[in-house]
C-alpha cells in the first residue's frame, strides 16, 4: 500500500527566509506526486503536481518541488516566503489507494507558522 | 473561476441520525471524491465516483455511507446512522481526468460534529 510521510507537524519561517517542506512516499511504482494547501477556512488549492519528465517542477505563489527517486523524495521549496504563505501543507501520491485506482494519499500535513 | 461547493458549512448531530452532505462538483468534472480529515489527523480518501457508479472506496467507506448523484449536478454523501467517530471535515473533490492524470479540485469542506 502506498503511503506518504511528512516529519515536521509545525514549521515556523521568518518572512523572507526560504522554506523547505519535506515529504517523503512509499509506492511501488513511479508515483504521481502533488502538494496541495489548506489555508484556514478554505478547501485544498493545489499548489504543484509530478507526474513524469523534468523532476523540478513549479507550481504556483513561487513554490517548486523536486523529485527524488533514490530518496523517495518530494521536497517543497520556496526562496522567499511570505506572511500569506501561513497555511497547512499537504502532499499526496496518486495511484492505488486500497485496490483503488483514483484516490489519493494524503500525508499528515504540516502547519507553516510565518514569523515577522 | 468555477469551483466546487458544499453544503452545509458545519453540521452538529446527535449519535444514530442521519447525516447528507452536499456538494455541487464544476459542472465539466466527470470524477467526484469525498474525503474526509478528522481533527488533527491526514486527510483521508473514502470513495471515488465515475460514470454514476463507486469506483473505488475505501475500508473507512462500510455500508454506513453512500452516494448519490441524483440530478446531475448535485453529489451528495450520506452517512446513515451516525456515530461519534464520524465527526470529521468531509471534502469533496472532482476532475477531469482521476486522481492519477489530473488534479482534484476540493471544496471548502463540511465540518460534521456528532454528539
Known sequence: ?116 | EPEVTQTPSHQVTQMGQEVILRCVPISNHLYFYWYRQILGQKVEFLVSFYNNEISEKSEIFDDQFSVERPDGSNFTLKIRSTKLEDSAMYFCASSTLGGRNGELFFGEGSRLTVL
Do not use: M
Open chain 1, 1 to 116: 500500500a502506498q503511503s506518504v510521510t511528512q516529519p515536521d507537524i509545525h514549521i515556523t519561517v521568518s518572512e523572507g527566509a526560504s522554506l523547505e517542506l519535506r515529504c517523503n512516499y512509499s509506492y511501488g511504482a513511479t508515483p504521481y506526486l502533488f502538494w496541495y494547501v489548506q489555508s484556514p477556512g478554505q478547501g485544498l488549492q493545489l499548489l504543484l503536481k509530478y507526474f513524469s519528465g523534468d523532476t523540478l517542477v513549479q507550481g504556483i505563489k513561487g513554490f517548486e518541488a523536486e523529485f527524488k527517486r533514490s530518496q523517495s523524495s518530494f521536497n517543497l521549496r520556496k526562496p522567499s516566503v511570505h506572511w500569506s504563505d501561513a497555511a497547512e501543507y499537504f502532499c499526496a501520491v496518486g495511484g492505488r489507494t486500497g485496490g483503488g485506482a483514483d484516490g489519493l494519499t494524503f500525508g499528515k500535513g504540516t502547519h507553516l507558522i510565518i514569523q515577522p
